[in-house]
């Protein structure tokens, strides 16, 4: 058993949507297909990867030199003999050879991407879904059925208006979506608090509503949003100043005891245990959004869910950005507290398996071998032709 190839590509997910920090007018993501030699149903187990929105393809890193590595390793050190298949752990030492510790930039994403299709060949060749193999090893046995999601969107766009921000927010309720988000900080105080009012319109109760600021607020401004924001009574205040900002989170908590969530861009077990030793967040009430994808992959955020456990965080206190399918996988198997998703943005990479309804705010899995890729039609086809083609 061996990996015969890693392919890459990048592909555009470029859309005229703007947070309070990007515009995506130019973004790109890497897909990534390991070949193997195990057959399966007559043909070779291929696993697909692809790294989540906001940091870009990352073609260029591996090209350069993580396949490489892979490539160069004997084939069998990168196996799991226990378990007759590829060993994740292995495959990630070999990765990360020679690179120094720290500066989490983006090798973390490229390596995350490369994991993620070595995760869905290892559910592949075990015949599995991934959710189901990850309960059985590593915890005790039973996954989640299904898993709370939210719907993500409320973007700015060149005139987009109140109305077409609520007719947004109305389709992901009647598409069985409970709770949304939209995004703050592009605009002024003032007109954020219209704009979400636009929303309240819509879906009724603060409950019902989290909102982004991307990581824009210097910590007076994330200060004053906060205590605009209180009245509402909002689901989640995520990522209110610079992620890496430990002490303004903290500072944050002084004047907001909300729930509030951030980590999406924290890419390692080490910046996001600094989180939770310098960042005032309190496990009773606040979200963790590390999202496997940008951060080394599942091996890495097995780590990171040990310091979680380590420091008294429940699992269930991590809402992982990103809106894939891997992510899904790993809320189900692992017993994380919901997901994100993106019903309208980033297509096709955005969203969960086809015909698979959400259904008062939660969403079942596919139950086919891997991560399920092959259960989202446009999303496969786009993979495919880079495995098969
Ligand atoms: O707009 C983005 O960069 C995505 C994001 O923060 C989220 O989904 O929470
Ligand atoms: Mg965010």
């Known amino acids: 058993m061996r990996i015969v190839d890693i392919r890459e590509k990048t ?40 790294n989540s929105n906001g940091r870009y393809g990352q073609g260029a890193l591996m090209r350069d030199r993580f396949l490489a590595r892979v490539a160069e390793a004997e084939p069998d050190s990168l196996i799991d003999q226990d378990h007759d298949n590829l ?3 292995a495959i990630w030492k070999a990765l990360m050879r020679n690179e120094k510790p720290g ?19 290892v559910a592949k060749i075990e015949g599995k879904p991934l959710y189901k193999l990850l309960a059985e090893r590593y915890l005790d046995g039973v996954a989640d059925d299904k898993v709370w999601v939210y719907a993500a969107g ?19 309720l009647d598409r069985g ?54 009245p509402y009574n909002l ?12 002490a303004l989170q903290a500072e944050l908590a002084n004047h907001y005891d909300l729930p509030m969530a951030t980590g999406e861009n924290l890419f390692s077990h080490q910046d996001a245990r600094n989180l939770l030793r ?21 091996v890495e955020y097995l780590r990171t869910l040990d310091v979680m456990k380590d420091m008294g965080w429940s699992s269930r206190r991590v809402v992982p950005h990103g809106g894939h399918q891997m992510s899904l ?24 398996a086809d015909g698979i309804r959400v259904e008062d705010g939660y969403v079942g899995l596919p139950d086919v071998p891997g991560v399920g890729f092959e259960a989202k039609a446009k999303l496969y086809a786009v993979m495919r032709e880079l495995g098969e083609g």
């Open 235 to 246: 689901f989640w205040y995520e990522e209110a100043g610079d992620p890496l900002d430990y």
């Open 177 to 230: 979506y409970r709770v949304v988000k939209m995004k703050i900080g592009a605009a002024s105080l003032e007109e954020d608090l219209s704009r979400i009012e636009a929303v309240l319109e819509v879906v009724g109760d603060g409950q019902r509503l989290a909102v982004d600021a991307n990581g824009r607020f210097d910590q007076d401004t994330a200060i004053a949003y906060a205590r605009a924001l209180k």
């Open 11 to 50: 592909a555009s997910i470029a859309s005229p949507i703007a947070n309070a920090y990007i515009d995506f007018s130019k973004m790109t993501c890497s897909v990534v297909a390991v070949v193997t030699d195990v057959i399966r149903d007559g043909k070779p187990v291929i696993g697909y990867g692809f």
């Open 278 to 298: 310098y960042g005032g967040m309190l496990p009773e009430k606040d979200f963790l959004q590390f999202d496997c994808a940008l951060s080394y992959g599942l």
């Open 329 to 352: 996988n790993i809320a189900a198997g692992l017993h994380l507290g919901g997901n994100e998703s993106y019903p309208d943005v980033f297509q096709p990479f955005g969203g969960f």
């Open 103 to 121: 500066g989490h930039g983006e090798r973390s994403v490229a390596v995350g991407t490369i994991d993620m299709a070595v995760w869905d060949a």
């Open 154 to 172: 409320g973007y700015y766009y060149p005139g987009k208006d109140h109305r077409q921000l609520q007719d947004e927010m109305r389709g992901y």
């Open 87 to 89: 060993d994740p752990f």
